[in-house]
């Protein structure tokens, strides 16, 4: 049994429809037409201890929906959900002390208040032992580098240190799970990095399950190994993030710099398909030839300067996804 188990979830919304003109707003006071909106359905997976899962879609697809379900936050409309034993919005106090939640866009810490102040109020909320408490402040601290504002007013914050201290606040309390909806939004890249870092530091030397919710498929090929694709309410693919790569990323872009003028230039296995003065891009296929084959036949020919290889973006091969779905042929561009 796994850590998390979530199966045939569905959550609906009625809608109330918006009628047109006067007569349409007074009719709506008598008899209300309601449309049903489906952000999750019949969704089923499970997440074992120690994982951690990149849980992405597009925009409305009902990623933080289902978040908000495991966290206890939403009562699902149907299925069942459980959370280390627990079902979440039947015991949410209790849920509670076992995850940690990161919102990309909202905060758990006191506005107004030092930074320091807000720990210590989340130490009296979660009853954390004093020397844990300490324990634990060293160690966010020395990753995270709170020192240098945690007696700043919350308010006072730069993005990047409230989702540092963010991040620390939701796990002052050493939970199992911790969900992260976008806790890179807006980042730099220096504080996405020391994000990152941190993320993978407390998987590993705490055993912390972690489900990441982003956009930025960037932290999905740092973070995750597994990554769950929902759209439009459904689960599109549940698996390794290499198996996406090995279907949809076949096709790669040999870049070589000649040190001579290149005419009439033509390598068997590979497609020109730009050149720049003595630059040359090249597309072939992994299963055709490999990167070295194709480096030979042209040292055969030419002086070659330099080599680069570029393998298909990993948010360009989920893009395709989205538009074709997993049968879909990966017939994408790659320049």
């Known amino acids: 049994m796994g850590l998390i188990e979530v199966n045939h979830l569905s959550k609906h919304y009625q809608i109330a429809k918006r009628q047109e003109g006067l007569g349409g707003a007074l009719r709506s006071l008598f008899h209300r037409e309601y449309m049903t909106k489906m952000a999750v359905q019949d969704i089923s997976f499970a997440v074992n201890r120690g994982e951690v899962v990149g849980y992405i879609g597009p925009n409305g697809a009902g990623k933080s929906t289902t978040i908000k379900m495991l966290t206890g936050i939403l009562v699902p409309t149907s299925g069942e959900i459980r959370v280390n034993g627990i079902i979440p919005f039947k015991e949410r106090q209790k849920n509670a002390r076992q995850i940690g939640v990161v919102f990309g866009q909202r905060t758990q810490l006191w506005w107004d208040l030092p930074t320091i102040e807000s720990f210590e109020l989340l130490k009296q909320v979660f009853e954390v032992p004093d020397q844990r408490y300490r324990q634990n402040m060293a160690t966010f601290s020395d990753i995270l580098g709170l020192g240098e504002f945690l007696y700043t007013p919350v308010r006072q914050l730069s993005l990047g240190q409230r989702m540092r201290a963010d991040i620390a ?4 309390h050493d939970p199992v799970i911790l969900f ?45 190994q597994r990554m769950i694709l929902i759209d439009k309410g459904r689960v599109m693919y549940d698996g390794e993030l290499a198996k996406i790569k090995e279907r949809f990323g076949k096709e ?28 040359m891009w090249l597309r072939f296929s992994r299963d055709e030839v490999t990167a070295s084959q194709l480096i030979n036949q042209i040292s055969e020919k030419y002086e070659i300067k330099d080599v680069t290889i570029k393998d298909p973006e990993i948010d360009v091969m989920i893009r395709h996804i989205y538009e074709k779905g997993m049968d879909g042929q990966a017939d994408y561009q790659q320049e």
């Open 252 to 279: 790669r872009v040999l870049i070589v710099d000649l040190e001579g003028e290149a005419t009439d230039f033509s390598i068997a296995g590979a497609a020109v398909i730009k050149q720049e003065g003595n630059r």
């Open 169 to 172: 606040a939701s796990l002052l």
């Open 180 to 224: 992260l909806d976008e806790p890179t939004i807006g980042l730099d890249v220096v504080a996405k990095e020391r994000m990152r870092t941190f993320i993978k530091e407390i998987n590993r030397e705490r055993g912390v399950t972690v489900i990441l919710t982003t956009h930025d498929m960037s932290d999905i090929e740092k973070l995750c």
